[in-house]
């Protein structure tokens, strides 16, 4: 029996949120036009006739009010999804996420957590130009307090929801925008776990280390590195904060090379933390200096060359492997 | 232009009226401590006293109900203590003590307990208003009952997050007590030097929301402001603002000379002190002697004594417990 089933990756994003209001009366979603419109990227669509104007619940343009107001309906006792269009957006809430969710557990000395999970869609690659094409997942795993993921697979859209809601602290999930059409095969019962990164692919020869929309990417570098002899290693970091980085340095060990991909700009970036966490603690394991493929240090621009050429791309991966192997590509 | 020291009856029975003088004296005596305490370097960091607006916290807490929320602001000693968080654990939390309300992660500016409902103590200056819409939402939605007062002073008013929390509040009709002190100077910028409409009213009228002034350096005038305000609001018909005009008479923190507003005006405010003026009342109506109120004075004394005595014998937080209540314990 084959318990796996096709689904997109937004499709199983709304089954998990629609299960999690199913199983918990204490869970609401909330967000500009995630009700009527049903939501930005179809998201929430159908939920608002399931679940009513009260659990999914239209907010009017005001992120860091309803951000905010997220915060106090944890504090009240509520479990809500706050879905934040994108993060570009969510930066007019970066007040309430940084200054109150992130800090009120340990400012009250313990007395107040917030059960919070704030959804947004992050990333470039729809030729949406400077303001809409912001990564900026690395400046929320800056953050102390807070849980970061960034699920790149229908089974990660699906599983990692329920255990977000279920965290006692403030949980920032990024989905990037150009997942949502892709599509995969899901099992059964998806894998329900917020703490670890997966090895996607094995390999011997170099690991790359991605997440959210740049895991397609990397898993077709190791599909064209495939062919040139060359066995990558492709690690889903999944968790961004806290990292878990033992399963990077695990793979580092055994391959000695890497290779991060951060769509986000590579000066301050998650993937400067990664390049750092090797040198600390796997310096000696290394055989050449940990590369790095980021997006050009640009506001991402709309003409579709111009957006390309500022992104991470399969082939700048593959050359970045083919340094390191000492192979010119 | 400063109107006349609040006068005339007082409308309540002797027990009530002489709480609330203890109210407000139980503050003052607090803070004048907290000052001394500054200057003998026990207490650090910010340090904002609310000397002059404690008829507003004395008029305001004794409107609510346990149940109720209270989210307040930087200058939140007054509004912790007659919350009912113990004198102990505010002082205590002010030395850096584990004794402290918020363990010594908080202190001054973010004094925070869990038992009486009192969310915070929030130095971002209006970040408490989406809090408190929050919390009321979640009370909606839990079916509760429970009324969100929140506090914050006009110069939060200029913020983004005032005018999205209003308007959010009123949208969806949530029950919160939106209650601003406005001591007309948002540190050193006066209200006239930072909003185009300074009738505070105006702009919740705005969002449809009803709105009410009242003078802040009269408790009872506050107190009557802030039951009313409640009882709407617990009606269920939706939140309601309150203007409370008052004063500090103290600088704005323990590092402010004080360049933007003169002696004179001082003095003028300190007339209507809130604390002379309704003893000076009580005494015309019979309900207070000279005897009585230096007993409830000496109380306060006493308490504060009490409380800097536990606040020296309290214990640091061990430095191996630095990362404690970052994330939850497991």
Partial sequence: MNAMREISYRDAMREAIREALERDPRVFLMGEDVGRYGGTYAVSKGLLEQFGPERVRDTPLSELAFVGAGIG?????????????????SLLALDQIVNTAATLRHMSGGQFGVPLVIRMATGAGRQLAAQHSHSLEGWYAHVPGIRVLAPATVEDARGMLWPAIEDPDPVVLFE??????????LPAAPREDIEHASVRRAGGDVSLIAWGGSLPKALEAADALASRGISAEVIDLRVLRPLDAETFLASVRKTHRAVVIDEGWKSGSLSAELAARIMEHAFYDLDAPVA????????????????????????????????????SA | MIAAPPSGPVPYAREFALGLLADMLRIRR???RCAQLYGEMKIRGFLHLYIGEEAVAAGAMRALAPEDSVVATYREHGHALLRGVSMNAILAEMYGRREGCSRGRGGSMHLFDASTRFFGGHAIVGAGLPLAVGLA?????????????????????????????????????????????NNLYAMGTALARSESQTDLCVKAAAFGMPAMRADGMDVVAAHEAAKRAVAKVREGAGPVFVEFQTYRFRAHSMFDPELYRDKAEVQRWKARGPIHTFSARLKAQGMLTEEQFAEIDRQAMEEVRRAVEFAEAGTPEPVADLLLDVCARR
Avoid: D
């Fill in chain 1, 73 to 89: 309906a944890a504090l009240g006792g509520m479990r809500p999804i706050v879905e934040v269009m994108t993060v570009n957006f």
């Fill in chain 1, 176 to 185: 990037h925008a150009q997942l949502y059409n892709t599509k995969g095969e």
């Fill in chain 1, 292 to 327: 790095r493929v980021c997006s050009a240090e640009v506001p991402i621009p709309y003409a579709r060359h111009l957006e390309e050429a500022a992104l991470p791309q399969v082939p700048q991966i593959v050359g970045a492997v083919m340094q390191l192997m000492g192979t």
């Fill in chain 2, 30 to 32: 607090l803070e004048e």
């Fill in chain 2, 137 to 181: 939402l979640a009370s909606r939605m839990l079916g509760e009952g429970r009324v969100t007062a929140c506090f914050f002073g006009e110069g939060a008013i200029a913020e983004g997050a005032f005018h999205e929390s209003m308007n959010l509040a009123a949208l969806w009709k949530l029950p919160v007590a939106f209650f601003c002190e």
